[in-house]
Nanobody
Framework: VQLQASGGGLVQAGGSLRLSCAASGITPFINIMGWYRQSPGKEREMVADITGGARANYADSVKGRFTISSDASKTLYLQMNSLKPEDTAVYYC????????????WGKGTLVTVSS
């Protein structure tokens, strides 16, 4: 499995960015894809994930501002609106199975910087 995230950058507070994660080698056992983020000095945290391409789950801090989606090619997206400086982090794409725990893959991160 390979995951390639893109779309990060520098944006002013209140602005928007759309992250993409191109996935390849995804097997039917992998049924959850998601976005995580990590800020300096903090642990990696879940931002949003989507199960079976349909059921989305969000961290409280991003509810109402971020939208996760995927398409038939297994490309994963994260639309981020009303960005805040505290959203600044490296964002990582993840693909995993909720049955076979060893099937857990990470892509290289993409940096999102929100200026105040």
């Amino acid at each position: 499995v390979q995951l390639q995230a893109s779309g990060g950058g520098l944006v002013q507070a209140g602005g928007s960015l759309r992250l993409s994660c191109a996935a390849s080698g995804i097997t039917p056992f992998i049924n959850i894809m998601g976005w995580y983020r990590q800020s300096p000095g903090k642990e990696r945290e879940m931002v949003a994930d989507i199960t079976g391409g349909a059921r989305a789950n969000y961290a409280d801090s991003v509810k109402g501002r971020f939208t996760i989606s995927s398409d038939a090619s297994k490309t994963l997206y994260l639309q981020m609106n009303s960005l805040k400086p505290e959203d600044t982090a490296v964002y990582y794409c993840n693909a995993r199975s909720d049955v076979f725990r060893s099937l857990n893959y990470w892509g290289k991160g993409t940096l999102v910087t929100v200026s105040s």
